[in-house]
């Protein structure tokens, strides 16, 4: 809980925290499911995102400096 406090920048109570797990059984969705989605998809989002990212000069050339 303490680092979803902190990543709001302690914006919000912690009496106003939810888990995604929490949050989708109040939504009463399948939390197990989405998780398993997500990773399913997960190589494809990030050969999506590098190629997007490969159009960029400005990180095409930050990247030759590795």
């Known amino acids: 809980m303490q680092s979803i ?3 709001f920048k302690k914006r919000i109570s ?3 925290i ?3 797990r929490q949050f ?3 939504l009463e969705i399948s939390y197990d499911e989405i998780v398993g989605i997500r990773r ?3 190589a ?3 050969t999506f995102f590098v190629k997007e990212l ?3 000069d400005k990180v095409v050339q930050a ?3 590795f």
Request: proline share 0%.
């Open 5 to 7: 406090f902190l990543g």
């Open 14 to 16: 912690t009496d106003e």
């Open 18 to 20: 939810l888990t995604g």
């Open 24 to 26: 989708c059984k109040l």
């Open 40 to 42: 399913k998809d997960g």
């Open 44 to 46: 494809k989002n990030l």
């Open 54 to 56: 490969s159009k960029i």
């Open 63 to 65: 990247l030759r400096k």
